[in-house]
């Protein structure tokens, strides 16, 4: 299978080539959409899954900015902070739907800057430090596939708003998911130095995929996914032994809470500011 087969394969159904990277995608996905809760949908429900969502999305985005200024190309500095900043972009998106869901009327901010860790409820592999350049391809690969098989699920979801995010991200999920398998293959596929860093990359991001399968029932699009692009870039499939808890109950690793001091200093220190 040539390496261009694979991309190619995992962009089928996308081929509009929509990506923030590219500077495009900045329609309003909400316009013209009720934000009424449809009646037969549980709106506290609703909210705890979007504040999942953006929780995943808004970690994500503070790892992937850890990357400025340190990705090894300029490009691929680009590249990953517009990718973060998609996800920032659905993280935004997700906590106002959820402020509306639950009543509270509380804005993105307040979910985003005022919670601490124990609060959020994303998935754990979302936090952990960066690592070399070889785990956050890894990570962004498994990461962005079960997203995005999530995503092109919830487009069909009962509330109009959560559907409107969910096919929006879909676009950008698409991209995400391109960018890091040509990285895996070119990585995997490369020197005997790049080869040892993705497996062992493989290794540190094993034990917590478990816990993504848990969240949602996304098993055999994430599996193909990953499968598909370890073949080409000639790696093994990864060995998913996973480790108790979950961060959808608020067990996180130590590694949230200094990423979330650093995230919310400023809107903490001045709590009345406007931004």
């Known amino acids: 299978m040539s390496d261009d087969h694979v991309y190619m394969t995992l962009a089928e159904g996308h081929e509009d080539d929509t990506r923030w990277a590219y500077g495009t995608g900045f329609e309003d996905p909400l316009h013209g959409v009720d934000t009424t809760v449809p009646e037969g949908v549980d709106a506290a429900e609703l909210a705890a899954v979007c504040v999942a969502l ?3 999305a808004l970690v994500s985005a503070q790892r992937l900015a850890e990357w400025i200024t340190r990705a090894p190309e300029l490009e691929e500095e680009v590249a990953l902070a517009n990718i973060g900043l998609d996800l920032l972009g659905q ?3 997700l906590y106002s739907r959820a402020g509306q869901a639950d009543g509270t009327g509380r804005d993105e901010d307040a979910y985003a800057y005022f919670r601490d860790a124990g609060d959020f409820r994303n998935v754990r592999l979302a936090e952990l430090p960066c690592g070399d350049f070889a785990f ?3 990570r962004l690969l498994v990461l962005s596939s079960w997203r995005l098989a999530h ?3 919830l487009a069909s979801h009962p509330d109009p708003v959560l559907a409107a995010i969910a096919t929006k991200g879909v676009k950008e999920l698409a991209y995400h998911r391109q960018y890091a398998a040509e990285w895996a293959v070119r990585l995997g596929d490369g020197t005997d130095e790049s080869h040892r860093r993705m497996r062992r990359a493989q290794e540190q991001v094993a034990p917590y995929i ?4 848990t969240a949602y029932d996304v098993r055999d699009e994430v599996v193909a996914d990953i499968r598909q692009v370890t073949a080409a870039a000639g790696l093994p499939m990864p060995v998913y032994r996973p480790l108790p808890g979950s961060g959808r109950d608020g067990e996180h690793t130590e590694h949230l809470a200094p990423l979330l001091t650093e ?3 400023i809107a903490r220190a001045h709590p009345e500011a406007t931004w």
């Open 136 to 138: 956050s391809i890894v």
């Open 210 to 213: 478990g816990e993504l399968f």
């Open 151 to 153: 995503f092109e699920r």
């Open 263 to 265: 995230l919310q200093g």
């Open 91 to 93: 993280a935004r998106l």
């Open 54 to 56: 953006a929780d995943d």
